[in-house]
């Protein structure tokens, strides 16, 4: 049996980083809407407004970031974003000592910490580009997969049992250090990193906010993926708080018998990212792309179907566990043809564009599911989404692009 492949110490310390960063955001999952409700009493709309205008209002801010991030060094970027997320983060316990904590403060800590993440992502994948040879890039990714669904199924229960245990802020202090031991990982990253020029060796033009998704959709592969995307996250995602009011209130489901219907199906996501560089070698990346992509979006309806009891509870694991698995083996999949067809001059700006298009879709139809919901009912809106999501498939690629070379720029030596 062959061992455990390695990508080197320096991916090595980049992995670290991002694992102990999301384990501590696994850790937090759901803090603050937990905090406004707990600690500031907040109603249903303040918390549906933490939800999505805060990280809708970060994915504005990211929107300038992007051409700077592209300019300067990556480690030192995603340095400084983790320290603005530890800082922003550690204001919550400093001001709920001093009995200052307010909703506003949530909202604005929201909103940066989510524009600092998507400045960090788009900086991390130019680090993991540089870092990683070119056929290993399916394998790395493949790991940060493993390890974000590996997260998310271990946080958010020893997170409640924490905060059941210490108090309302405890998981928050706790992703608040990961940052900071993130940062420390990224220092510990050796090597020269060369400092990038920008397009054409002169200074940013005021239009590269712009490029990033100029080049998404003037390549054709990847303008399929990236709308496929956008509308397949904002619908899944969107059925989460519709989801726990069907459960939670109109079905009764203990708190427990919640958290293992979206932990226990996480399980999936390291069955899905495994299989990824297997599958690839034997169907082929236009395979994954064309039936994996279609298997992520035909289970969703099957929430709309949800009844009480242990039925009802099998029913969410299964749907979720089907939706995971196939997530998990597509998402490094894309994210392995989207660095191959990025020039290295626009990474930082595309990966940038995509993140933001896709909060903006999640928040788009999160906020669109919850008007649906309050003028009908929450079951209606799970149909709803379930129903739209099985007309995406038609937007994934139709032919094979996946072979054409990596655009490089122009003032780019041979």
């Not at 998981?171 to 990253?189: E, F, K, P, R």
Request: charged share 15%; aromatic share 8%.
């Amino acid at each position: 049996m062959r061992g455990r492949r390695r990508l080197g110490r320096q991916f090595g310390w980049l992995w670290a980083a991002y694992a102990v960063s999301a384990y501590g955001s696994g850790l937090g999952f759901g803090a603050l809407p937990l905090i406004a409700v707990l600690v500031l009493h907040a109603g249903s709309a303040e918390v549906s407004a933490l939800s999505a205008v805060g990280p809708a209002m970060g994915a504005l801010i990211a929107v300038p970031l992007a051409p700077w991030v592209e300019v300067r060094r990556k480690r030192p970027v995603m340095i400084t974003m983790d320290l603005i997320r530890f800082a922003a983060m550690a204001t919550i316990p400093a001001a709920y000592a001093l009995g200052r904590l307010g909703f506003v403060q949530l909202l604005v800590i929201s909103a940066v910490v989510a524009a600092a993440k998507i400045a960090f992502n788009a900086a991390g994948g130019a680090c993991l580009k540089a870092l990683v040879r070119p056929d290993d890039l399916l394998l790395a990714n493949a790991r940060f997969e493993s390890t974000n669904w590996s997260s998310i199924a271990v946080g958010p229960p020893l997170g409640g049992a924490a905060i059941g245990l210490f108090g309302p802020v405890t998981t928050v202090v706790a992703d608040a250090l990961s940052y900071l031991l993130s940062a420390l990982g990224i220092t510990a990253i050796r090597g020269r990193e060369e400092a990038p020029q920008p397009s054409g060796g002169g200074p940013v033009r005021p239009g590269a906010v712009l490029d990033g998704w100029r080049h998404i959709m003037g390549d054709p592969g990847l303008r399929a993926l990236y709308l496929n995307n956008m509308l397949v996250g904002g619908l899944i995602m969107a059925t989460e708080p519709l989801l726990a009011v069907l459960l939670l209130r109109q079905l009764a489901f203990p708190p427990w018998q919640y958290g293992l219907a979206f932990a226990a199906p996480c399980v999936g996501g390291l069955i899905g990212s495994r299989l990824a560089r297997r599958v690839v070698a034997r169907h082929g990346r236009q395979w994954v792309f064309r039936t994996v992509g279609t298997l992520r979006a035909v289970w969703l309806i099957g929430l709309a179907f949800v009844r009480p009891g242990v039925v009802g509870l099998v029913t969410v694991i299964a749907v979720e566990l089907a939706i995971i698995i196939n997530m998990s083996l597509y998402t490094p999949v894309l994210a392995t043809y989207r660095l191959e067809r990025t020039p290295k001059h626009l990474v930082a700006r595309t990966l940038s564009a995509w993140s933001i298009g896709q909060q903006a879709s999640i928040a788009t139809f999160t906020a669109l599911g919850g008007l649906l919901a309050d003028v009908t009912s929450a079951r209606t809106a799970l149909t709803a989404a379930g129903l739209l999501i099985l007309a995406t498939p038609l937007l994934l690629p139709r032919r094979d692009r996946t072979a054409q070379p990596e655009p490089e720029p122009s003032h780019s030596p041979a």
